[in-house]
């Protein structure tokens, strides 16, 4: 009986020794596993190779974010081109520097290719610069199919820094004037960018905006065509109301500055200081329904050329706006033209191309003529003086 107990009581002894070691075995598991986590996370970071390698090249993505997380890229544009485009601003204070490169137009021989018999440039070497020449074609169009009134004329287009400078010196000789208040002078014209003209009528040469004719001037905003020197703006344009003074900018532009009753000095003014790249841009929507974005960057003064953030992907224009910077018009609802179409069509552009190089055989560099001052004496004898001054 004896044994039989002492039997029992070493058997409990071996249970509990077997338990005590799984246990402790496991206690120690945890423990070293607690520390290999611990060491891992405290693992010193290496020095990464690019750290001191100089040589090696790291890609930089082309696409930035744009303000509104609208995805940009940039394209070089030469310093050069800040006084060339649509909204260029050109008065007293920011002259044009022409470099000859405007792709001017001869206006009867493109009328008489297109087979236009109801309206005419006054003069058969009148040019003016090719995106303008069909705005101004489609305006004085629906004129004439709403009135059928055919004696509207171009009375004034492109003008060479020369000529400008012979129109203010003889407007100087005739008032006896140090400085003349009609006539622009060379250099801070617009006829000299090939972006405006001057409208007339084959009666009386005395185009003023009203009857019939004030249908041109409320609707021109449509065709992109701006009327640049009105009476309430005459204290910030520096120039007395011209109703027959059109300037092309482009439709969205026209539209926007038409209603807010903004003149160019003032839109101009607006972008800069209100719309950069990196602030809040311009939206709107004219009223056909395209979108509209439109931001000003500045021309980088360090370097001939600035990086300008472009659109990816959608369709955009861009402008000098001969002061300092860029203008970047985004047609948001509107995709960029695909390359392999372009392609196809540049055989056909080539040819309308040569097609207007051929037509445009007539000398450019003396814009008017000889006759210039004698119709300007016309306009004159026709209560028209006004006519002649921008």
């Not at 055919?150 to 100087?172: A, H, K, P, V």
């Not at 609707?219 to 910030?236: P, Q, V």
């Not at 482009?250 to 839109?267: D, Q, S, T, V």
Request: glycine letters at 6%; hydrophobic letters at 30%; charged letters at 25%.
């Amino acid at each position: 009986m004896a044994k039989k107990n002492v039997s029992k009581e070493k058997s409990i002894r071996d249970s509990k020794i077997i338990v005590e070691t799984i246990i402790t075995g496991i206690i120690l598991c945890a423990g070293a596993f607690g520390v290999k986590s611990v060491l891992d996370s405290s693992r010193m970071v290496l020095p990464s190779q690019y750290a001191e390698d100089t040589d090696v090249e790291i890609a930089v993505p082309t696409d930035i974010p744009g303000p509104d997380n609208s995805v940009f890229t940039t394209i070089d544009v030469p310093n050069t081109e800040v006084s060339k485009g649509d909204l260029i601003l050109v008065n007293r204070e920011h002259e044009y520097k022409s470099d000859g490169s405007e792709d001017l137009v001869n206006i009867n021989e493109l009328n008489a290719q297109y087979g236009i018999t109801f309206f005419s440039a006054f003069e058969d070497d009148y040019t003016i610069i090719r995106q303008a020449y069909q705005p101004m074609a489609d305006l004085i169009s629906d004129y004439y199919n709403q009135y059928q009134d055919d004696t509207l004329t171009i009375y004034g287009s492109y003008r060479t820094n020369d000529f400008q400078r012979s129109l203010y010196e003889s407007d100087l000789e005739q008032t006896g004037e140090e400085e003349s208040s009609r006539v622009a002078k060379p250099g801070s014209s617009e006829h000299e960018t090939g972006l405006a003209f001057d409208l007339s009528e084959t009666v009386n040469y005395d185009y003023m905006g009203e009857g019939n004719h004030a249908w041109i001037n409320e609707n021109s905003y449509h065709y992109g065509l701006i009327l640049r020197y009105t009476e309430d703006k005459k204290d910030i344009t520096g120039f007395d109301p011209e109703p027959w003074h059109f300037r092309y900018v482009g439709i969205p532009h026209a539209y926007y500055m038409k209603n807010n009753n903004l003149c160019l000095e003032e839109y101009i003014e607006m972008l800069r200081t209100s719309c950069p790249y990196d602030g809040s841009h311009l939206e709107f929507t004219d009223d056909t329904g395209v979108e509209y974005e439109v931001f000003w960057y500045p021309a980088d003064t360090s370097s001939d050329k600035t990086a300008v953030p472009v659109p990816s992907g959608l369709r955009y224009d861009l402008s000098g706006n001969n002061v300092d910077g860029f203008i970047v018009t985004v047609y948001k609802n509107r995709t960029a033209a695909p390359v392999p179409a372009a392609e196809e069509n540049a055989p056909a552009a080539e040819e309308e191309t040569a097609a207007d190089e051929e037509n445009a055989d007539a000398e450019i560099t003396d814009e008017n003529g000889e006759t210039g001052e004698e119709d300007a004496d016309a306009a004159e004898e026709n209560g028209d003086a006004e006519e002649t001054a921008e």
